[in-house]
């Protein structure tokens, strides 16, 4: 913190693509299960397929609880 009692701009923007990324890796993972359990098949809707996605990363103990 500087002497505003702020944050350094450079720890926001690495806190921040830390976040994406660890966002990132979380989605990529979810439907990596899917695909590779054959949970996921042609007749779901996009809204289904969400559905299942976050249900996995919220099981997901990389996850923030």
Avoid: P, Q
Avoid at 4 to 9: C, Q, R, V, Y
């Amino acid at each position: 913190m500087n002497t505003a009692g702020l944050l350094n701009k450079d720890i926001i923007s690495d806190f921040e693509n830390s976040f994406r990324t660890n966002c990132l890796i979380l989605i990529g993972e979810a439907y990596k299960w899917l695909k590779d359990t054959k949970n996921i098949t042609v007749d779901w809707d996009e809204e289904t397929i969400s559905a299942n996605i976050f249900t996995h990363i919220s099981e997901n103990e990389k996850a923030i609880a």
